[in-house]
């Protein structure tokens, strides 16, 4: 069956990354393909009506599309080219398409499956054509199963990595990128494509009457996008390497570009990627975020939402604020962003438990700034609709979304786009900084306390205050970091997760060793719960559920069912779950949500089915345990900061500003003390069942009367007295005194760049 070929453009002579289409002296040529015949004469017709009116097409191509590189590619064409793209994207708009939206067909994502890659010959098991997937990540030694690349097993211009795509499609575009090694360099300088439809005969990609040569890689790391001047209809493409890197050898990384097309002999249609919520999926950088839905229409701090996400109204039930003052932001000014859902926004409600979700600390790990939207907008249509589940849960709940806490970073990667920006570009924040270890390191503080104490049980085990120097203005601290710890003291958070991407695992803490060791379990005193909220959300996901899927990229975590201790995976000394459990009541667990950090735009719909039901569930384990309100048996008034022991877990929490307290814990029975400054300590026992609602169990402290107190003293003891408090308080203090000259310093040398522009 001879192939089909779609002629956009006879002129461009290589194509490279960003100056690829030049629209000169163009011809169309539509020939005729078997699958095609019907759509194609329909396409004619319309063609031949159309080609004076304006393009319906052309809006579609522009906008929000995160895919802008390629955008931006087309904006220099022609008017002669522009002819040729309304021809083709009425083609296109038949099948709901555009040819410049032709996504990843998923080698990066693993949506292509191994079997759908082969190769001329490999150099090893482990550099096999599976490998060779874009961004690709092997493991520090090379030559071992899970190596960064396919590389060829033998050196000449014969070698090929091919693509079964397994029905019709319009290739359009590879992206290249060399070896991920840190012992060797290899990469690919120049390629040749071939299309094919039985993988036995195959055709040239053409650029005109010459077979065109595409640039690809001048290092490691960078991907390389290359679109074809003469986009084709196939199933099987090769990317054949022409010349490579001088002291190295042929090996690649690669995603392929193209749109899926209806094909009467496959018998699957076309996958269509869609969710069966209606939600905003696309790719939102900081202004589009802002923009959506008008988030801020603010009076005072009160914030109201009108919600013009797909014309939903969301005044009455959601809340959207900003939590940090005004001018502070991220380095350059960006600002965080929290989105608040509750049925009474803005206020702590009595005995209410707080939840969290932190998305894009990494700022090149999208994924989870695009689901808490989603999130967002789900929650709040649905609660308007009487959706029971959602009703109860923003009833009993209130939620906090911080969707971006590296805007800064998110910003460089979005530039890039997807594809091109590599696997590290936007990780950091302006400074450098990597926030996952930006926060102070509690682990070793109270781990050495036990090591120097007599009575271990004197040493605190919870509301450890962070060290003196960090609260310093010369502490290599982000601004970021300063406006989440504030904002994690601020409000009495319970459970939190912090959304990562690049791995499919959820990870549990502690995430830090102790005495430095690389991996190691490192267990925290509430493990046992620890690890069924990693279950709740690792269970629940779609992909890591689903028993079939493939390594990301080196390490199998489905042999421990998709969780894992976080210091078991490698030790993070100063990361955010280790802080949250040590210095506030909050657990935090992190999820690892996709192999690909950056997903394209086109796989966000099914993004959203694989972490729904995940998202939801989640939240749902901030009402297990037990919780109540400590108050004081005369004054009837809550008692805050009071400590609530659970026999047998060598981890406290404390009370809040009103005397409510929450304690996750699994199903069983418990003795619990509470005990407060100043107040006798009282004991009870309190039964948690298995059904996610936490069973109601309140305290009445005495006051220690100054007959007692004078007793004590007599006796030669001392006042139990709760400095630990106190020393957390004031260094929060001077923390936020820090930032504050800090952040007025930023602001005045971010006003003077201005002027000197
Ligand atoms: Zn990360």
Redesign the pocket.
């Known amino acids: 069956m001879p192939a089909f070929s779609v002629y956009i453009c006879t002129a461009a002579l290589l194509c490279i990354a960003h100056d690829c289409l030049s629209f000169e002296n163009q011809t169309v040529n539509y020939n005729e393909t078997i699958s095609l015949k019907n759509e194609l004469n329909l396409t004619l017709n319309l063609t031949e009506k159309a080609t004076n009116k304006p393009q319906p097409a052309e809006d579609h191509s522009q906008g929000e599309k995160n895919t802008s590189d390629y955008g931006k590619e087309m904006k220099k064409e022609t008017t002669g080219a522009k002819q040729i793209k309304g021809k083709i994207n009425i083609y296109f708009n038949l099948l709901s398409l555009s040819p410049l939206d032709c996504p990843p067909l998923g080698l990066e994502s693993l949506r292509v499956s191994d079997d759908q890659l082969q190769a001329s010959s490999s150099l090893s098991f482990g550099l096999g054509a599976h490998r060779g997937r874009l961004n690709i990540q092997s493991g520090l030694e090379d030559d071992d199963e899970y190596d960064g690349a396919w590389c060829a097993g033998t050196e000449d211009q014969e070698q090929w990595l091919q693509l079964d795509a397994r029905r019709q499609t319009l290739f359009t575009g590879v992206i290249l990128q060399g070896r991920n090694s840190i012992w060797s360099l290899n990469w690919v300088r120049t390629y040749k494509v071939q299309f094919s439809n039985d993988s036995v005969l195959w055709q040239p990609c053409m650029n005109g009457s010459k077979e065109a040569l595409f640039v690809g890689n001048e290092d490691l790391e960078t991907p390389v996008l290359a679109l074809f001047p003469e986009p084709s209809v196939a199933r099987f493409i090769r990317i054949n390497p022409q010349s490579w890197y001088s002291n190295g050898t042929i090996c690649l990384r690669a995603e392929v570009l193209g749109c899926s097309l209806p094909d009467p002999s496959s018998p699957d249609p076309p996958e269509t990627n869609r969710s069966s919520d209606d939600l905003d999926f696309r790719h939102h950088n900081y202004n589009e975020m802002r923009k959506t839905g008008q988030y801020w229409k603010t009076e005072g701090k009160r914030v109201s939402w009108d919600g013009k996400v797909s014309n939903q109204q969301c005044n009455t039930s959601v809340q959207l604020s900003t939590f940090y003052t005004k001018g502070a932001g991220s380095y350059t000014g960006l600002k965080l962003y929290v989105m608040e859902i509750s049925d009474s926004p803005g206020k702590h409600e009595l005995g209410e438990p707080e939840f969290r979700y932190v998305a894009g ?2 700022g090149n ?1 999208v994924l989870g700034r695009e689901l808490l939207l989603n999130l967002m907008q789900f929650l709040c249509r649905e609660y308007k609709r009487g959706n029971q589940r959602v009703v109860q849960l923003v009833k009993e709940t209130r939620i906090h979304l911080l969707p971006s806490m590296n805007p800064d970073g998110y910003e460089t990667a979005y530039e890039k786009g997807s594809e091109l920006s590599g696997w590290a570009l936007g ?1 950091y924040s302006f400074e450098g900084i990597d926030m ?1 270890h930006n926060f102070p390191d509690l682990n070793n503080i109270m781990w050495d306390a036990q090591e120097l104490a007599t009575d271990k049980r004197r040493v605190s085990n919870h509301y450890i205050p962070m060290p003196e120097y960090y609260t310093s203005t010369d502490a290599l601290i982000a601004p970021e970091t300063r406006a989440v710890i504030s904002w994690m003291q601020d409000i009495p958070f319970v459970l939190s997760a912090n959304l ?3 791995e499919l695992v959820v990870t549990y803490p502690f995430d830090c060793t102790r005495d430095w060791i690389p991996r190691e379990d490192t267990p925290t005193a509430d493990n046992d719960f620890f690890r069924w909220l990693a279950a709740v959300y690792a269970s629940t996901n779609l992909v890591m559920a689903n028993p079939e899927r493939r390594v990301c990229h080196t390490e199998d975590f489905q042999q421990h069912n998709n969780i894992i201790n976080g210091a078991n995976w490698h030790t993070v000394p100063g990361s955010m779950n280790d802080f949250s459990y040590l210095h506030t009541n909050c657990f935090e667990i ?1 999820v ?1 949500l996709s192999c690909d ?1 950056f997903p394209h735009a086109a796989e966000l719909p099914v993004e959203w089915e694989n972490n729904k039901e995940s998202l939801l569930l989640y939240m749902e384990q901030v009402h297990r345990g037990i919780k109540g309100v400590i108050r004081d048996k005369d004054t009837k008034a809550g008692i805050a900061n009071a400590v609530i022991k659970v026999d047998g877990l060598d981890h406290d929490i404390r009370s809040a500003q009103d005397g409510d307290y929450w304690r996750l814990l699994n199903p069983g029975d418990y003795k619990v003390t509470v005990w407060a400054e100043g107040y006798f300590p009282r004991i009870r026992h309190c039964a948690v069942g298995s059904e996610p609602r936490a069973t109601l169990c309140d305290f009445t402290l005495t006051r220690t009367t100054q007959d007692r107190l004078k007793q004590i003293l007599a006796k030669g003891g001392k006042m139990p007295r709760d400095n630990q408090v106190r020393i957390r308080a004031m260094r929060m203090r001077k923390l936020r005194a820090s930032t504050k000259i800090l952040n007025r310093r930023r602001e005045q040398q971010q006003r003077l760049k201005v002027r000197r522009k």
């Open positions: 600390m990494h790990e990780r996952n990562h991407g690049g992190t690892e950090k």
